[in-house]
């Protein structure tokens, strides 16, 4: 019985971007979407996303990811969002929630959308000290090497929290203090609502601080706990794009981490660049700079050569991708070889052992068992059967200018070099054409086509 509330309404000034801060993004997903997967695997009863600037975008984003993760199997949850109209602090943010969290039972913890990196599993501790304590609130707090900006955890002589000072508003030996707040606490709601009421401005920043609310509630003779983290790589807060590409690289460090000791080859892992959604299975080689995005699945004992771009792909067993090559939306069967420069879009499916050569692209277009196109071709809209082969040069013309149409080649054809097929068109088994041939109406199995326009001119068997 636990609710999240993810603050995410700031415009994030120090990104200088006219995109809210949580729509930035790292390893291809906004950062609020990061924080609200890790919101989801505490299963909590309700997500509140506090949303301001550009709040129909991050609602978006994060109505999105919530649809990915629950058609991924994660459980249903109750997305609730608050909309904060003037950002006057991260206090304020909770102010305006007030209505809503109302009556709401258990705790609720409380994050910032700017903080990516954090675990579910450090969340499941917070919580779980914070009602063994008993607490009224419990603040994470992290020791760091270099604290600038960070709120600083204030301790009495005993070593007891006492409260929390900005960056902003320390004083010299306040700022000395390595202990910091990370703008992750759990709260006992009632507390926290009756705490809000007490909230002044009269600080650096003339803003609300949610970070007041702990020492708030010590002076109510409410309990007040500190959860010390020992991991600072999890709870960077983002507020520059210095600190955007330094945590994505982090979390790219981490993906090819895993893969490595899961078995998979990253022969330059400084220049590979692999989402964290990409599953690659065992014996697979990944050459220097190659980048694989999306829902990508990878099987075993594939070769990924470099300069290659993959997008949601699905690549079966033993496949080998050559150098230059981008594949978006496709799926590629065992033991295929494709490229190098070759361009595969739009549900593009290559067969079994089929070969698709270089400056080849294939868009829409069925490939069967064993077919090769090896050379300067352009497939769209077709359906290739097993065992054709498409000679150099050749383009289906699937586009009269306003409608796409489809080229059918069955089992066993030979399409000759620099054949133009103006889709509609079928060429049967068993057929071949000649080179230069324009193939403008069907060709039925086992003929030769040739000429311009094409001749059918004998049956070959
Ligand atoms: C905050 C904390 C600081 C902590 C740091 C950790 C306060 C006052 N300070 O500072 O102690 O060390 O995070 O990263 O809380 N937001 C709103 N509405 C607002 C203001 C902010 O929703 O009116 C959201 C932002 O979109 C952001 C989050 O709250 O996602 C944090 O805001 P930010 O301005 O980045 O706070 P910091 O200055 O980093
Ligand atoms: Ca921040």
């Not at 949850?77 to 943010?93: I, K, M, P």
């Not at 929290?161 to 306040?174: A, L, N, T």
Request: hydrophobic fraction near 40%; charge should be neutral; proline fraction near 3%.
């Amino acid at each position: 019985m636990t609710d999240v509330m993810i603050l995410a309404a700031g415009l994030g000034t120090r990104m200088r971007s006219r995109r809210a801060k949580v729509l930035h993004e790292i390893g291809g997903m906004p950062l609020i979407a990061h924080v609200l997967r890790t919101a989801f695997k505490l299963t909590p009863d309700a997500i509140f996303t506090v949303v301001g600037h550009q709040a129909e975008e991050v609602e978006r984003a994060v109505r999105d990811e919530a649809a990915r993760l629950v058609e991924r199997g994660a459980a249903q949850t109750d997305l609730r969002f608050v909309l904060q109209t003037e950002q006057r602090g991260t206090g304020h943010a909770v102010m305006v929630a007030r209505e809503q969290l109302k009556g709401r039972k258990g705790p609720l913890i409380l994050l910032a959308g700017d903080g990516p990196m954090i675990k579910a599993e450090t969340l499941r501790r917070l919580a779980e000290t914070h009602k063994a304590e008993g607490n009224a609130a419990t603040v994470l707090s992290v020791e760091m090497c270099d604290p600038t900006g960070y709120g600083r955890i204030i301790r009495d002589q005993e070593g007891r929290f006492s409260r929390i000072v900005e960056q902003k508003d320390g004083s010299p030996d306040e700022l000395a203090v390595r202990e910091v707040c990370v703008s992750i606490y759990c709260f006992e709601v009632d507390a926290l609502l009756a705490a809000l009421d007490d909230l002044k401005t009269d600080n650096a920043q003339g803003e609300y601080y949610v970070t007041d609310v702990p020492g708030i509630l010590l002076q109510q003779s409410k309990r007040v706990g500190v959860f010390c983290h020992d991991d600072p790589e999890e709870v960077p807060g983002i507020n520059t794009r210095v600190e955007l590409a330094e945590v994505g690289r982090k979390l790219r460090e981490a993906k090819l981490r895993e893969l490595m000791l899961s078995g998979v080859t990253i022969v330059d892992p400084a220049s590979t660049y692999i989402h964290p959604d990409v599953e690659i299975g065992q014996d697979t080689v990944i050459h220097p700079q190659v980048i694989i995005e999306g829902e990508s699945r990878i099987g075993a004992n594939c070769t990924i050569h470099s300069w290659t771009r993959l997008r949601n792909v699905a690549i079966e067993d033993d496949v080998t991708i050559r150098n230059s090559t981008v594949i978006e939306d496709s799926v590629i069967r065992a033991r295929a070889t494709v490229g190098p420069f070759a361009r595969l879009r739009m549900q593009a499916e290559v067969g079994e052992k089929a070969a698709i050569g270089n400056f080849v692209e294939v868009k829409k277009s069925k490939i069967g068992k064993s077919t090769k196109a090896s050379h300067l071709t352009y497939l769209g809209d077709a359906t290739l059967g097993d065992d054709v082969n498409i000679g150099a040069g050749t383009v289906t013309c699937n586009y009269d200018g306003v409608r796409k149409h489809e080229t059918i080649i069955e089992d066993g054809v030979r399409i000759g070099s620099d054949t133009m097929l103006v889709a509609p068109v079928r060429v049967g088994r068993g057929s071949k054409t000649g080179a230069g041939t324009v193939v403008t109406k069907d060709v039925p199995a086992d003929s030769l086509a040739v000429g311009v326009p094409a001749v059918i001119k004998k049956k070959l068997r």
